[in-house]
C-alpha cells in the first residue's frame, strides 16, 4: 500500500491541561522517519565507543542477544522514537518505567549490565556502577540538529536479533523471569494482525497506546498500527501515565472522543472496572469499533457486559490468548454482539459459563495432551477432553526463560515436538494451562493452570475451579455476597497426599454472614464429598511488588507459621456501634498521610488526599510507606506494608486500616510492645547474593539521615543542603565501604522480632549512623560543590582541634540522623546515644585509637558529652565556608569539635 508520507500522520501527541485534552501535536510518517534515523545515527555514535571498549563482535548473533539498553522512558512520543531507534540498530532494549522501584532498576542493571541507561526524567537515577547514564532530551536535542538521513545498524548480518527484553512473573514464584523477545517472534505476531483474514482487517481510524511497556500488550498496541501506516495516539508528557489512562475512565472517554479512537486494548479486569463506572450507551466511547481484550480470561458475564454498555455498532470484541513467552498472543476469537457470546459459551464443570480463546493465529499450532515425558508431549487427547496445553511454532521462544537472580530453572519449558512434521515446529513451549478443544466449533477453552490440577482423597480437581465456582456465586448475591477474593493453594503434596486451603477475604460491605462450614458444604456438593478443603479468612493477601500478584510463596509460610489463626470476623452489631469511631480513625490517618505526602495543612483539612486518588501517583512510594508504618502503629494500628501493596486508592487502604481486625482495641497490656533494636549494616555482605534487600536497607538509610539533615540541621539548612546531595553522600559512602573501612549501624522500634532478619526490621528502622577512618577520600559521585566546601570546612575544624598521637588510627563519628515525625523526642534521644555506643564499640574493635565529631547540633553536643567526648576547640563554620566562597544565610554557626579516645575508656 503506498502512502503519501509527507501527509499521513503516523502519531499523534497531547498533553492535558486541567483535566482536559490541551496541546495536540500531529507527526507525519516522514517526519517520524526522518527523527527516528536521526535518533539512531546519533544513539549509534554515542554507544559504539562503548561496545568497542567491551570488545563486542558487533557481527555476531549471540553477542547481539546479551547487549541491552536499558531504558526510562516517561512519555509517549518518546518512546515511538527510542523504541524505532533501537530495532534501526538492531539493539535489544530493557523497558522500564515508574511502575519499578528504583532498586528493582538497580537490580536489574547489576544482573544484564547493558551498554547505557536513558531516561527522560531526571529525578530517576538507580545505582548504575560503571554503565553510563544518558539523557534522551540531549540525545533528542543533538539528533534533531543533525542531518543524517540513514544509518548502519550497530549489529549488522542478524537474521532473528532479539529487540526487546521483558519481565514476567508466575503468581507462585517470587523470582521474575526474563523472556528474550526476537523479531521472528513479533514479526509473526504483527503480519497476523495486519493479514487479510485478522479480525481487525478493515477496522481503520486512531489507535490509543496506553500500556505500561512492561508489557508486551504494550508493543503490539504500539506497533500493530504504527508500522501498518495507521494513527497511533500517545501521551506527549510524562504527566499522563499508564496508570492515568487506565484508571480515569473519564478521561479516557474524552481522548476516545476528541480524536475518533477505533480501537482500545484492555486486560479483563480493567475493562471490567471501566463497565462498572459507565452507564449503556455511553456516548464518549460511539467511535469504537474494537476492543481488544488480553493478558487474562475473559468471562461470558463480562463479554455480555461490554455489549450492553456500548450498544452502538458495529463493535468487535476481540478475544486473544497468550503470554509474554509467545510475543502476547496465539490464539483469537471475535465477537460482534452479545448473541455470538451466548452461542459461543459452553457449559463448565462448575455449572458457569465459559468462552472460547479461538483458534491458533498463523503460523502457530496448538496441542492439548495427555501428559508429557523427558523426550516430549505424549498424545493428544480427543476433542472434548481436558489435558495440557502447549504452543508451537513462530511464536515462541528460542531460549529458555532467564531467572532474575540467575538460578538454574527446575522446570523445563521448551521441549521437542513429536506431534508435528513441518521444520518450523520443531519445539513445543509448555503454556502451563489446562483446556479442551469443543468438539463442535473447533475453538480451544482454557480451564485452569495445569500446576493446580491435584487429585484429594481419589478426586482429580483443578484447584483454581473452587476459585471460580466462589466467585460466581458471590455474584448471585445471596449467603455468599460479602465473599471478596478467594485463592486456593495445595499443601503436604507427596505422599502423604495433598491438602487444599483457600484462603479468602470478607468484604465489610455484605450483609449476610456465612460461616467456613457453608464455604465447605458449597464446594462439596458442586464437586464431591469426597474434596476437603481448609478455609482460612485472611485480613490481606500478600502482594509481590513487581507484578502485583498474590504472594504465593508468602501466603503459605505465613500460614504455616499461624499467622493467620487469629484472624476471626466481627459482629454485625459492633461494626456499626462502632462506625463513628471508624470514621474518627480513617481521617486521622487520613492527616498522617497527608503529612508524609507533602501536603498543605488546609489541603489536609480539606479531606486531602481524596479516596479515589492513587496512593503511588500523588508522591506515595515504598519509603513513604515506611514512614507511615511506624507512626500509625504508634496510633495503635496494626499495619504492615502489605496492607498498602495490597491497595492502591487512597480509600480502599483506608477501608483495610480501619477495619476492626487491624486496629489495636485492647488495653495497653494486651497490645503489641514494641522493642527496641540496634543492627550493623556492612554493604557488600549483609545481603551478599540479595540485591533487593541491600538496595532497600540503602535506600532506607538514605532517607533517614537525607531526611534528618536536611530538616534539622542547622549546617544542611544554613547553605542549603539539598535532600538530593545528601542522598548521593550517603549512597557515595555506603559504596566505599564495600572496599574501604567504615562502619554502619542502624535502630528503631518494632513489634516484630528485634533479633529478627535485619531486612523485617527495615520498615521499621528510625535512625541510623555511618562512620569511617577520617582519611577517608570525600564521597564519590556527589554532584553538588557545596558538598566539597563542607569537606574543606570540616579539614579546617580538624587542623584548629590539633594533632593526634597517631591520625591514621582516628574514626570520623561522620554521619548521624532520625526520623522526627514517627518516634518523639525522648526515643530519638535515646536511638542516638545506642547508636553513638554502637559506633564506639564497633570503632574499637576495629582496632582503632580515637573517634572524632563536628557537632552543630545541642543534642549531639550533650550526648557526646555524657559518652566521655573531650571538647577540642569551637570554630565558626559560617566564617570558614563564606571564605570558600559558599553564601550562608547566617553570620555565625558555631561547631565545636570533640575527641573521644578509645583506648583510655574503661
Not at 523504541?83 to 536489574?108: F, G, K, V
Not at 480437581?461 to 477474593?485: K, Y
Not at 570558600?884 to 578509645?902: E, F, M, N, Q, Y
Amino acid at each position: 500500500m503506498k502512502i503519501d508520507a509527507a501527509s499521513t500522520t503516523a502519531v499523534i501527541s497531547f498533553q492535558a491541561v486541567e483535566n482536559e485534552v490541551g496541546t495536540v501535536t500531529r507527526i507525519s510518517v516522514a517526519n517520524l522517519r526522518a527523527t527516528v534515523v536521526k535518533l539512531a545515527s546519533t544513539l549509534r555514535e554515542r554507544l559504539l565507543p562503548l561496545l568497542q571498549q567491551r570488545r563486542v563482535d558487533l557481527a555476531s548473533e549471540i553477542e547481539q542477544s546479551r547487549i541491552f539498553l536499558a531504558t526510562y522512558i516517561t512519555t509517549g512520543i518518546n518512546r515511538v522514537f527510542l523504541q524505532l531507534a533501537c530495532m534501526r540498530l538492531r539493539l535489544a532494549y530493557i523497558p522500564m518505567d515508574s511502575n519499578l522501584s528504583e532498586q528493582r532498576m538497580t537490580s536489574i542493571v547489576k544482573y544484564f549490565s547493558p551498554i547505557a541507561f536513558i531516561t527522560d526524567n531526571d529525578d530517576v537515577k538507580p545505582e548504575l556502577g560503571l554503565v553510563p547514564l544518558f539523557a534522551f532530551t540531549q540525545l533528542l536535542n543533538q539528533a534533531e540538529a543533525s542531518c543524517s538521513r540513514n544509518v548502519e545498524p550497530l549489529f549488522v548480518g542478524m537474521t532473528n536479533p532479539v529487540i526487546l527484553l521483558l519481565f514476567t512473573s508466575g503468581s507462585t514464584s517470587p523470582i521474575p523471569k526474563a523472556i528474550l523477545l526476537r523479531n521472528g517472534q513479533l514479526a509473526n505476531r504483527l503480519c497476523w494482525q495486519w493479514s487479510s483474514t485478522s479480525p481487525l482487517a478493515g477496522i481503520t481510524g486512531p489507535r490509543l497506546a496506553k500500556t505500561s511497556w512492561l508489557f508486551i500488550d504494550a508493543f503490539t498496541e504500539m506497533f500493530g498500527p504504527l508500522l501498518d501506516c495507521q494513527t497511533v495516539v500517545v501521551s506527549g508528557t510524562s504527566t499522563i501515565t499508564s496508570e492515568r489512562l487506565v484508571s480515569d475512565v473519564d478521561f479516557l472517554g474524552r481522548l476516545v472522543n476528541r480524536f475518533q479512537i477505533a480501537q482500545i486494548n484492555s486486560v479483563p479486569s480493567q475493562l471490567e472496572a471501566w463497565m462498572k463506572l459507565l452507564d449503556n450507551g455511553s456516548k464518549a466511547f460511539r467511535s469504537l469499533r474494537a476492543i481488544v481484550s488480553s493478558g487474562q480470561i475473559l468471562t461470558f458475564t463480562l463479554a455480555t457486559r461490554v455489549f450492553e454498555v456500548f450498544e452502538h455498532r458495529p463493535l468487535r470484541l476481540l478475544n486473544l490468548y497468550g503470554s509474554t513467552e509467545v510475543a502476547g498472543d496465539i490464539t483469537a476469537l471475535a465477537f460482534d454482539s452479545r448473541e455470538e457470546v451466548q452461542s459461543a459459551a459452553v457449559e463448565s464443570p462448575l455449572g458457569g459459563l465459559v468462552l472460547p480463546v479461538g483458534k491458533p493465529i498463523l503460523n502457530v499450532e496448538i496441542y492439548v495432551v495427555s501428559g508429557i515425558c523427558e523426550e516430549g508431549p505424549t498424545d493428544v487427547v480427543d476433542r472434548g477432553e481436558e489435558g495440557e496445553v502447549l504452543a508451537s511454532g513462530a511464536a515462541i521462544l528460542l531460549e529458555e526463560p532467564i531467572m532474575a537472580d540467575r538460578s538454574p530453572r527446575l522446570n523445563i519449558s521448551l521441549m521437542a515436538n513429536s506431534l508435528s512434521t513441518r521444520p518450523c515446529f520443531s519445539r513445543v513451549l509448555r503454556t502451563g494451562d489446562v483446556g479442551f478443544v469443543c468438539p463442535t466449533n473447533g475453538y480451544l477453552y482454557i480451564t485452569g493452570r495445569i500446576d493446580d490440577m491435584v487429585k484429594v482423597n481419589g478426586v482429580k480437581i483443578c484447584v483454581g475451579n473452587i476459585d471460580q465456582l466462589l466467585t460466581r456465586l458471590r455474584c448471585e448475591d445471596g449467603l455468599f455476597a460479602s465473599l471478596g477474593t478467594t485463592l486456593t493453594i495445595t499443601l503436604e503434596k507427596g505422599e502423604t497426599g495433598t491438602r487444599l486451603v483457600c484462603f479468602y477475604q470478607r468484604e465489610t460491605s455484605g450483609d449476610n454472614a456465612f460461616t467456613n462450614a457453608d464455604l465447605a458444604k458449597v464446594v462439596r456438593t458442586h464437586f464431591s464429598a469426597f474434596l476437603n478443603v481448609t478455609f482460612v479468612e485472611v485480613p490481606s493477601f500478600p502482594i509481590q511488588k513487581q507484578s502485583g500478584k498474590i504472594n504465593k510463596v508468602r501466603l503459605r509460610r505465613d500460614f504455616l507459621n499461624g499467622l493467620y489463626d487469629q484472624v476471626t470476623r466481627p459482629a454485625d452489631n459492633v461494626m456499626k456501634a462502632n462506625s463513628s469511631k471508624a470514621d474518627s480513625r480513617r481521617e486521622a490517618i487520613r492527616r498522617v498521610f497527608a503529612k508524609h505526602l507533602g501536603l498543605s495543612e488546609a489541603a489536609g483539612a480539606n479531606g486531602e488526599p481524596s479516596d479515589e486518588k492513587d496512593f503511588f501517583l500523588i508522591g506515595g512510594d515504598s519509603i513513604t510507606v515506611a514512614i507511615i508504618v511506624p507512626e500509625l502503629r504508634k496510633q495503635g494500628f496494626r499495619v504492615s506494608l502489605n496492607d498498602f501493596a495490597m491497595k492502591k486508592k487512597v480509600g480502599e487502604i483506608l477501608d483495610t486500616l480501619v477495619s476492626q481486625r487491624h486496629f489495636n482495641q485492647g488495653e495497653p497490656p494486651l497490645a503489641p510492645q514494641k522493642r527496641l533494636f540496634v543492627r550493623e549494616y556492612q554493604p557488600g555482605k549483609t545481603f551478599f547474593g540479595q540485591p533487593f534487600h541491600d538496595a532497600y536497607c540503602r535506600e532506607v538509610i538514605a532517607e533517614v539521615i537525607a531526611e534528618s539533615f536536611v530538616r534539622y540541621e542547622p549546617l544542611a539548612q544554613m547553605i542549603n543542603l539539598s535532600a538530593k546531595t545528601m542522598h548521593q553522600i550517603v549512597f557515595g559512602r555506603l559504596k566505599q565501604f564495600e572496599t574501604m573501612p567504615g562502619l554502619v549501624y542502624v535502630a528503631g522500634f518494632t513489634y516484630g522480632d528485634p533479633d529478627g532478619p535485619l531486612e523485617a526490621l527495615l520498615p521499621d528502622v528510625c535512625a541510623a549512623t555511618l562512620g569511617y577512618p577520617a582519611s577517608t577520600p570525600p564521597a564519590p559521585g556527589v554532584e553538588d560543590p557545596l558538598y566539597h566546601h563542607v569537606e574543606k570546612a570540616f579539614e579546617v575544624c580538624d587542623t584548629e582541634a590539633g594533632q593526634l598521637e597517631d591520625a591514621s588510627k582516628c574514626f570520623s563519628s561522620g554521619l548521624l540522623g532520625t526520623r522526627h515525625d514517627s518516634i518523639d523526642g525522648g526515643e530519638r534521644i535515646q536511638l542516638l546515644t545506642l547508636l553513638e555506643k554502637a559506633l564506639i564499640d564497633g570503632v574499637r574493635k576495629s582496632g582503632y585509637t580515637a573517634i572524632r565529631s563536628v557537632n552543630t547540633s545541642v543534642v549531639t553536643q550533650v550526648m557526646g558529652e555524657e559518652l566521655g567526648y573531650v571538647h577540642n576547640c569551637t570554630v565558626n563554620l559560617a566564617s570558614i565556608l563564606e571564605a570558600h566562597g559558599v553564601k550562608c544565610d547566617r553570620k555565625s554557626l558555631i561547631g565545636r569539635v570533640a575527641t573521644l579516645k578509645i583506648g583510655a575508656q574503661k
